[in-house]
């Protein structure tokens, strides 16, 4: 759904779908990891390096055996190079993608005003180790002539089981980490709902998005929906291959962004049951106008200047996804929404996304979709999510019920807001956006919801 102007996550679009690829039989690389944090070097203290402005990082605390730990680095150590070369916290993320695991790391370090150089060989990144109950398999889908990563649940006991396939939000964070420690923090999102289900004898899927993780492509900054949207088609088709998986009982999670994906790979693929939470279901226009409005009255703003910002927006938001002009056209054109344009529109794009990327969503007719599906279909607000309304969760119901009645029910989760953070109202959830501490009453309604879908399958059924 969309922030206005910290975070977003919305809905997207949906074209001709391509034939389904096979996997490809050249496996994808593991991905190596230094395995430490690091922080921008304050500008002002630069000189003091003699470093070029936006140059050099400091180095939190390295993960035990990992790359930084390795080559000896400690907390505070200043990095000044890696490998020879400059480093700048701008693009260091994407510059250690591709360095290969094993190869040799050096880093150049100022401690303590002695400077120094320490080295190891790269460190693969990490793998979820599973537990008792359930293994944890790394794998592969091929999108686009890109391998993309999937990690993949499975009990450890013989049988059939039901499966459960996760489709993230809109931002490219990686959900290659383990699930039996993951608390739902920023870091881990996600992690304890996907956890319960692979721990309760599920088949759990997670996928990469392309340039997160080992997954091939991107940038995602330039990728369009219908590029991403195959990335799921795939894995759904990965995951009902599995022999494990009781393909009578597969089920669909989209969080934000993800549960518009969820349904229009259902559309093509059918599942038992698709659960969303935190969604948008009418236009993208109308919901964006709305959110420009309802997010600055949360954050407090008088009534005065929210009216006045949403005339702007409103203008400028039509000018460039209903006529499709570019920001640089839209500032020549109009000078007087100039500044609200670089506001929104920062380095030609929306959220640091192509501008093509939204004007396909603007595409969308999302009830069509939702009733392509013959699913059962859970729709889910958090009563503290400011970022999405009730209102799209009961239109997702609704437009169900009106092709299969009733197959379509949604519900307002109290203390939870976008991130399933225990928050009790909007206001808060603001101010301690990814701050807060991770509420499982969706995991719980979720699975409870699920287990009654089966059970009306085996009534069916005679069992």
């Not at 391998?147 to 499975?154: G, P, Q, V």
């Not at 091939?216 to 291959?241: C, H, N, S, W």
């Not at 106008?289 to 954050?299: C, E, K, L, S």
Request: hydrophobic share 40%; with cysteine.
């Amino acid at each position: 759904m969309f922030l206005t102007s910290q975070a977003l996550t919305v809905l997207l679009a949906f074209q001709s779908a391509p034939a389904l690829s096979a996997p490809t039989a050249e496996p994808l690389p593991r991905r190596g990891t230094l395995g430490t944090p690091f922080t921008p070097l304050p500008a002002d203290q630069a000189a003091k390096y003699q470093l070029k402005s936006g140059e050099g990082l400091v180095a939190g605390q390295p993960m035990a055996g990992l790359t930084g730990d390795k080559a000896g680095l400690k907390p505070g150590d200043v990095v000044v190079s890696v490998n020879g070369k400059p480093v700048k916290a701008q693009g260091f993320s994407a510059s250690v993608r591709e360095f290969k695991v094993g190869a040799p790391v050096e880093f150049g370090v100022v401690r303590n005003g002695q400077t120094m150089k320490l080295s190891a060989n790269l460190v693969e990144k990490p793998r979820d180790p599973g537990n008792e109950n359930y293994a944890v398999t790394y794998s592969q889908i091929l999108s686009h002539g890109k391998r993309m990563r999937t990690i993949i649940t499975s009990p450890k006991k013989p049988g059939k089981f039901p499966a459960l396939m996760f489709i993230q939000g809109f931002s490219p964070v990686s959900y290659d980490f383990t699930l039996a420690t993951s608390t739902g923090d920023v870091t881990s999102l996600d992690g304890p709902i996907l956890h319960e289900f692979a721990n309760s004898n599920f088949v759990t899927m997670r996928v990469e998005k392309p340039g997160v993780g080992d997954s091939e492509g991107g940038p995602f900054a330039e990728m369009d929906y219908t590029t991403e949207l195959d990335i799921y088609r795939q894995a759904l088709v990965q995951l009902k291959a599995q022999g494990g998986v009781d393909k009578d009982n597969v089920f669909i999670f989209g969080h934000s962004m993800g549960g518009a994906f969820g349904p229009m790979v259902a559309a093509e693929n059918p599942v038992k049951g698709i659960c969303v939470y935190g969604v948008a279901a009418r236009t993208w226009f109308e919901y964006l106008i709305d959110i420009i409005r309802y997010q600055g009255i949360v954050a407090g703003d008088n009534l005065v200047h929210t009216d006045e910002s949403v005339r702007q927006g409103t203008r400028l938001m039509a000018l460039a996804f209903l006529d499709n002009l570019s920001a640089d056209q839209i500032k020549k054109d109009h000078p007087e929404l100039a500044a609200v344009c670089d506001q929104y529109f920062p380095n030609g794009r929306f959220n640091d996304k192509a501008l093509e990327f939204w004007r396909q969503l603007g595409q969308i007719n999302f009830p069509e979709y939702w009733q392509k599906t013959n699913a059962y279909v859970l729709a889910v607000h958090g009563k503290s999510d400011f970022v999405t309304y009730d209102v799209d969760h009961k239109l997702i119901a609704d437009a169900v019920n009106e092709a299969h009645p009733g197959k379509g029910s949604w519900m307002v989760l109290p203390k939870s807001d976008h991130l399933f953070h225990g928050y009790e109202t909007e206001a808060e959830s603001l101010r301690g956006f990814q701050r807060g501490k991770f509420n499982p009453d969706f995991t719980q309604a979720l699975m409870k919801w699920i287990r009654e879908v089966m059970d009306k399958v085996e009534d069916k059924s005679g069992g």
